[in-house]
């Protein structure tokens, strides 16, 4: 009778390990697809359709009744037959669930919903499209705007496109060569190098740093000068040795007799008499410069 039992109390418990195997075997098969891989996260953008997700559940792809969710409806939308379509920018956990047995059992995607650019305009510092002039060695900083693709303005018109701007220098207005005569860095800020000359700077909206589809773009010209070694007009050159002579100019002075003065002696000498006779010269500002008592008169 004990053996019995026992072999019914085993025959439960390898069915019940049966199940569970099967229910775990079954959970590992099922996954939400897109085009016959599993996925478990997707991009999307505002204003275009949109993905539409799968299931294979045991290897069923129809017939499994079970409930379509989007955990943020403000950024992603899912129908009821699994159809994503993105609003807005920003992340939402998209699930199917549904019951397999007496399980109920849920599949999860990632699905990051982006906008983007249909046109991207560089500025210069005054905020115009007007082609700049730098001097050797010094920074310019440029600015850039993105315009949002139609589409997904027309769903939210308060909506950003999500693409990143990218800055770089080339020799040629088509950029198919870069430029080396200076240097830019991500925030649109320019510093001219040792060299005068020409280039470009390209400013492109896109995804990615290496991106090269779905690029949008816009330059502007750069001419770097080098103004030491520039001729200055030469009136100011005629100005600059003008000031120069008018400091080597002796300035105005008188002279001052004693109203004491008494002439001790005179002497003649080859038509010129020398007299001794006490004076003082003052200069600018009535400041006494010299003082002394010789006095060389001609005879007239």
Known sequence: MKNKIFVILLSVIVGISSVQTADVLAAARNYLYISKKPVS????????????????????TKGIKGIWKSDNTGRVKVSKNGNCVAVGNGKATVSFTYKYGRKTYTLKCKVTAETKAEEVSIFNSAGTTEDVAVEIGTDYKFKSKVKPVEEAVEINNK????????????EDEDCTRKSKLGSID???VFSAGSKSGTLYVRASAKKKKNAEDDIVSDVIKITIEDTKTEEKPKNEENKKDENISNTDKPKSARIELSTYAIIRDVAAKNGVYFADVYFKVFGEGGKRNYSGSRCNCKQV
């Open 186 to 188: 991500s925030k649109g």
């Open 159 to 170: 909506i950003k496109s999500t693409d990143k701007v990218f800055y770089q220098l080339f």
């Open 41 to 60: 996260k997707k991009t999307i953008y505002v204003g275009e359709d949109g993905v539409k997700l799968k299931y294979n559940i045991g290897g069923r």
